[in-house]
């Protein structure tokens, strides 16, 4: 075959570094530093993604892997799977379509779509759009309680399954990406919307809105006055899980934001089994944080996750191709977490424990 064979058709993306690399292209300086950017000088966001890999895999073999099953359970209801779409500020940003289309990818795949307080789409609109389709609710709490209060009232109004609280933002982290490269301001058609000025909110004083003070008892407010479970996102101690029990929440997110808040703390996976030991037989421990391959899912449920969030992964995918684009993110991971079940020797997801992972020699190695 001659060696010159002429322009060869753009090769479609076949997995989540693929939808990055492509997203990184189409976006604007600004909307790339918001995506994409991280805390300080980054060290959690790149250490996310190293600490999955500081797990090895322990795989059993011939254990059969004709039928695979990678439900779960969350929050007391089945599901099909363990990915939700973490909840994620002005996908405006990204794609015209923003939530509603993210929603359609997460409602294409039976991924629980979690909506940010800071959408750009209502909560009424995702229902109206999707009615079957499952969905769970972010909270940010306002300084102006009775914002809050009318976004608790809606989420379980229009059967939103769950609230999310996100409890790791009281500031918001230094992002030197995003001073260096002013993010645009998207105009929000959220709850939130209008209660500012002209509706518009740039992401950079999304900080300013929120309030400083949010504690334990408000979270205790909040799970006895919800008629929905409360989930508490933001959580990387056991300690912190631990109150967060005592104040009524029903599960925990370990997660550090996307290394978007403080930088240097633990990795997600790191934070991760600590809390399943000291909280995990009394709620459900989700993750999110750097999570960008079936065996990184894999993983996280063997250190006893019972769900991951995505999030980044889902926005790149949005960017690249809209309702499409986010939907074969999802799948992709599906399908390497498939194959992950089927290769490790957990044909079954609820399988997985502690067992079919360890510190990997790589790591001992270097220390
Ligand atoms: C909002 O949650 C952000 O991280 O920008």
Known sequence: MAADSGPQPAAAPISLADYERLAAESLDAGTHAYVFGGAGDEVTLR???????????RPRVLVGAGQLHR??????????????????????????????????????????MCLPTFSTTTPAALVEALPGAPRWFQLYVFADRGVSRELIGLACELGYEALVVTVDLPVTGVRDR????????PRPETAAGPRTAGGFIAPADLGGLIDPD???????????????????KGILTPEDARLAVEHGARGVVVSNHGGRQLD???????????????????VDVLVDGGIRRGTDVLKALALGARAVMIG????????????????????ILLGELDTAL??????????????????????????
């Open 214 to 232: 949010l504690s334990w008892s408000d979270i205790e407010r909040f799970a006895a006055d919800a008629s929905i479970p409360v989930v508490a």
């Open 264 to 282: 240097t703390v633990l990795a997600a996976a790191d934070a991760l089994a600590p809390i399943v030991d000291a909280v995990g037989d009394q």
């Open 47 to 57: 250490d996310n993604l190293a600490s999955w890999q500081r797990f090895a895999i």
């Open 342 to 367: 089927a290769l490790a020797g957990a044909p079954n997801a609820a399988q997985l424990d502690r067992s079919f992972v360890t510190t990997a020699p790589w790591v001992a190695e270097r220390r």
């Open 71 to 112: 439900g779960t359970t969350v929050l007391g209801r089945p599901r099909p799977h363990p990915l939700i779409v973490a909840p994620m500020a002005f996908q405006r940003l990204v794609h015209r379509d923003a939530d509603i289309a993210t929603a359609r990818a997460a409602a294409a795949t039976n991924t629980i």
């Open 178 to 185: 995003e001073l260096r490269h002013p993010v645009p301001s």
């Open 312 to 331: 980044r992964p889902v926005l790149w995918g949005l960017a690249v191709d809209g309702t499409a684009g986010a939907r074969r993110v999802l799948e």
